[in-house]
């Protein structure tokens, strides 16, 4: 099988507030035979865009330059950064004023942006490079009667013309790669909506009404899990559950997963490789929902993280 060399870029929030989703992908990544490199990336540019736009620009073009000069494709996994480095390849390539703006900087550390670099989230690498043909091969440990509510993420599915992720009224790509794993995606109202977290900072009990709202409706979907891929939602869903009263916080949500974290398990990856003991709240139930580990797994003590309860 040839491998497939990406760029990681796992922007800001997730080194730092979300380390298991780093840990999961790049679990599941080696296991796939993904092979990925670390550039001295810095910041997406997002949290500039709408104050200085320049800097915006200078930031996202200097990432995409890195991984230019690597002929490497990008591969994030935060939305917001795929939507943050889409919107500033649109705006470099549209404009030739921009473009030298940004080069006359960048040749100071001997960088060139060129504008033929790709980025793609996780998701696509995963459904569109790997294929569902091969996931499913490797999938030793499917899930049973375990039905996923997925929180898309607004910044991968919308300006849909620049993200080219999914169709942004009736998206499937995650949706498929939820039932490789053995999964049932359930269809609920909350799954295209926002979350609430960029409000946070401007209007902090707005922004709880929304995130407290989806899960709301992820509890009267009846699904088991949550499903999350966005960092910032991630986060936005830990501190709502963590303001919320605990006996009305356990009901509305018994447990959240990233999708590589799913996928590692149906793959027959342990728990712990999979950093789940990081989730808040933690899906201990999942085990329950996967089939039996294969007999050589069992006599050789490999699966003894899968058999027991996460806590």
């Known amino acids: 099988m040839t491998v497939m060399h990406y760029a990681l870029f ?18 599941v990544l080696k296991a796939l035979g993904v092979a990925v ?22 930031s996202a073009a200097r990432n995409l330059a890195l991984a230019e000069a690597k002929s490497l494709t990008m591969l994030t996994l935060c939305k ?82 620049l993200t080219n992720f999914d169709n942004p009224y009736q998206p499937k790509i995650i949706d498929e790669l939820l039932e490789v794993t053995g999964a049932a995606s359930v269809a609920w109202e909350g799954r295209l909506r926002c979350c609430g977290a960029p409000l946070r900072n401007k209007n902090e009990a707005l922004s709880l009404s929304i995130i407290g709202q989806r899960l709301q409706e992820f509890h009267d979907s009846g699904a088991d899990i949550l499903n999350v ?53 933690q899906p201990s139930q999942l085990v329950h929902f996967q089939a039996a580990p294969p007999a050589e797994a069992t006599e050789a003590g490999a699966d003894q993280d899968q058999a027991r309860p996460i806590a």
């Open 229 to 281: 891929d966005c960092p910032h939602t991630l986060l936005q869903v830990q501190w709502a559950f963590e303001r919320l009263e605990p006996a009305q916080s356990i009901k509305l949500l018994g447990g959240i997963a990233l999708y590589p974290q799913l996928l590692g398990l149906a793959m027959g990856l342990r728990p712990s490789e999979l950093a789940l003991e990081l989730n808040t709240p």
């Open 80 to 161: 917001c950064c795929l939507g943050s480095l889409k919107r500033a390849q649109s705006f470099l390539a549209e404009s030739h004023s921009l473009r030298t703006m940004v080069n006359d900087e960048l040749a100071r550390e001997g960088l060139t942006y060129l504008g033929q670099g790709q980025v793609m989230h996780l998701q696509s690498v995963l459904y569109h490079q790997v294929g569902l043909e091969r996931l499913a091969d490797l999938v030793t440990r499917p899930f049973r009667n375990l039905g996923v509510a997925t929180l898309y993420g607004c910044h991968a599915l919308r300006p849909s013309r």
């Open 37 to 58: 490199k670390d550039l001295p990336f810095n910041c997406c540019g997002y949290p500039l865009r709408d104050q200085y736009f320049e800097a915006f620009l200078l």
């Open 10 to 27: 796992l922007g800001c929030k997730i080194p730092n507030h979300a380390p298991q989703y780093e840990i999961s992908a790049r679990r």
